[in-house]
């Protein structure tokens, strides 16, 4: 197995990266968030990978650190989550997000990334929250009753994408919930 990979970027496209080792470039499928930061990076980079072997191929999945990596395990463990729905999932919301609404049984969260409806976001939490607990142990996780988590999930359910609400909400100070949302409503806008 390939436990990472090192190495300079030639190409990135559409959820993927393809690093040169050596003059053979290896394509590696990465998150959003993942491609976004790798984007414009000339130097060595170096991601933790997950290969993938189908009867018709093998795909290599790249991760920045461990963490995102081992939650991309745990994920694919579950019951008719695969590879591709794990990227979709990883790609929309925060590791510690993920863990806080499955640690909290908070479907509505769950059900907000897109690919995850309503059964899956039931067998992420039946089949996760035990080995989250454990896994996050340690870690600060949003509370489920958090001015912010509140804010954050309120702009989603406004239509905002988790990532822009999120930014948003961190970008404001203070106050009650109903203020905290006011004043990312107006960064949003901007």
């Known amino acids: 197995m390939i436990s990472h990979i090192c190495g300079k970027i030639t190409h990135s496209g559409e959820g993927s990266v393809v690093i040169d080792i050596g003059g053979i470039g290896y394509q590696v499928f990465v998150t959003k ?5 790798l984007a414009d990076k000339k130097e060595k980079v170096k991601l933790h990978t997950y290969l993938h072997v189908r009867e018709d191929a093998l795909i290599l999945y790249g991760f920045l650190s461990q963490s995102e990596l081992e939650m991309f395990k745990l994920l694919i463990s579950v ?11 990883l790609s929309q919301i925060k590791i510690e997000e993920l863990a806080a609404a499955i640690i ?13 409806g309503a059964k899956n976001a039931k ?55 109903e203020a905290i949302i006011k004043a990312a409503l107006l960064k949003l806008k901007e």
Do not use: C, W
Not at 104 to 116: C, F, P, Q, Y
Not at 124 to 132: D, G, H
Not at 156 to 174: C, D, I, N, T, Y
């Open 33 to 37: 968030p993942t491609l976004n930061e």
């Open 104 to 116: 909290h049984e908070d479907e509505k969260v769950l059900t907000r990334i897109s690919g995850v």
């Open 79 to 89: 019951t008719r989550v695969g590879p591709q729905i794990a990227m979709n999932i």
């Open 123 to 177: 067998r992420l939490i039946l089949e996760l929250k035990e080995k989250m607990t454990k896994k996050m142990e340690g870690f600060v996780l949003p509370a489920a009753s958090s001015i912010n988590y509140d804010a954050v999930s309120a702009l989603v359910s406004l239509g905002f994408p988790r990532q822009a609400a999120q930014r948003a909400v961190e970008s404001v100070s203070g106050g009650n919930v």
